[in-house]
């Protein structure tokens, strides 16, 4: 009704459907078909007796209380009940139709979420390793430490600190690149922005736990370090 009657009160006038006329008496909000990302498309629901005399199909939408796809088998047989040869097809539930219209963006994202699962943990171990060797380097370094004086904690934070510059910088720099692509994911999103801030901080908060969690072996193993055993090997 926005597209042809801007700003007015269809109710009471009339569209042309061919050589028909038709009286609005009622509207509804859109109703999206096929595709769930698809545009929505001038619709008209006409009464059934008015299709009466029309070759074609109706569609029938029955609410129930009943939960998944029991309630089939009841439709069925209430209407053979009443005419046994007529034809029924597509008889489903809503969830199935909502199913199978997004069952594309259901597959890219099982694919993205995967995708992106192999590559956080090939960068945790990658972060795992470079902290290990880093530390490994400092061995001596961490044994004179320690026998001046230094506690568990004070190694920690030494190896630590380290570790999470190298990460906050790869974190600002995927953070950036990620929204400097993120209008090429615009076809597949619906319903959330490209640059949605939620996102971006769960991401975010996912990826900082991550690397903690790759952190902790080599940094929990520098704690560790007996001070004899690092000085002799200077």
Known sequence: MREFFRGENPIGRTVRNGNILFQVIGICGDVRFNRARA???PLVYRHYAQTANEPGAL???VRTAMQGTGIITDVRQAIRAIDRDLPLASVRTQREQIDATIARERLFTALTVAFGALAAILASIGIYGTV???????T?????????????HHI?????????????IG????L????MLSRLALPQLWGVSPTDPLTYAGVSIILIATAAAACFVPVRQATHIDPAV?????
């Open 176 to 179: 950036g690149a990620a929204l």
């Open 171 to 174: 974190l600002t720099i995927g």
């Open 156 to 168: 920690a934070v030494l190896v630590g600190r380290d570790a999470f510059r190298m990460i906050a």
């Open 39 to 41: 545009p929505v498309p």
């Open 59 to 61: 569609t029938f939408e």
């Open 230 to 234: 690092a000085l002799r090997r200077e």
């Open 132 to 138: 290990a060797y880093a530390a490994g380097c400092r």
């Open 140 to 152: 001596e370094e961490i044994g004179v430490r320690k026998a001046l004086g230094a506690r568990p």
